[in-house]
């Protein structure tokens, strides 16, 4: 892995090439909570998948997640500090106007790149969130509670023992995922979402309880399309193969 170290966050990420062919259309992946760049998106072959499709994919470990640096106050997870670590990165990589591609708490951190940057946001790739985007404020706080919890056993509900289980997993560090959930909490507002112009894909299961609606939330974008996968839920439509056609065709098609 490289790393980006300009003086803000210490931010580790890959840059792999197109296979066969160059469309010059790169691009970034931004990964969910809890996650990193390889268990998002390298183990469901969606650095495969795209770059045999002639893109370049860039990668990364958001702050606080993977080999990127580690914080431990909510503040340092706010998620307009974590979309500018994607405008760092693509800044240090001479990439102008990528596609925008990020799963649950990572299509938060796009959306809201998109929002700030416009000029900068070639397209906007949404999984695993819907309107929860809007009227919620990321995962539930409890989840953050998990995080401190002595172990797995005992907790409340389904979607922390899921949540602190996938962390455990992922070898996360649990009191910086704690204090991300706290932090990255901001919600986009109805006209914000309106003011994103860039051709928008939202994509989540219809069992997805943790997304919401994802129609709901691509009618508030000026050029948004949605897609429901049946029988999907939160962890399972990440590698889904209807996914990987609805975003192989999105891209073929947008300006």
């Known amino acids: 892995m490289q790393e980006l170290a300009d003086g803000g966050a210490r931010i580790a990420f890959v840059d792999e090439a197109p296979v066969g062919f160059d469309r010059r259309e790169p691009v970034i992946l931004i990964h969910g909570f809890a996650s990193n760049h390889a268990v998002n998106w390298f183990f469901p072959q969606w650095v495969k998948t795209l770059t045999e499709d002639g893109r370049r994919v860039v990668a990364f470990d958001n702050r606080g997640h993977g080999r990127s640096e580690k914080f431990y106050l909510p503040q340092d997870y706010d998620v307009r500090r974590m979309a500018h670590d994607c405008l760092r990165l693509i800044d240090r990589l001479g990439i102008e106007r990528p596609d925008l591609m990020g799963y649950s708490m990572g299509a938060r951190i796009a959306a809201f790149f998109a929002h700030a940057w416009p000029d900068r946001t070639r397209s906007l790739i949404l999984g695993g969130l819907g309107h929860h985007l809007i009227d919620g404020a990321g995962l539930p706080l409890g989840v953050a509670d998990a995080m401190e919890a002595p172990s797995a056993d005992g907790l409340a509900t389904e979607n922390q023992r899921m949540f602190r289980l996938f ?68 962890n399972r439509t990440v590698g889904d193969p209807a996914y990987k056609k609805a975003v192989l065709t999105f891209l073929a098609e947008r300006p």
């Open 167 to 234: 962390a455990e997993a992922t070898k996360s560090d649990l009191r910086a995922m704690a204090a991300c959930i706290r932090g990255a909490r901001r919600p986009l507002t109805e006209a914000e979402a309106g003011e994103i112009a860039a051709p928008t894909l939202v994509v989540a299961g219809s069992l997805d309880d943790v997304a919401g609606d994802p129609k709901r939330l691509a009618a508030l974008f000026p050029n948004g399309r949605a897609l429901e996968i049946a029988g999907r839920d939160h």
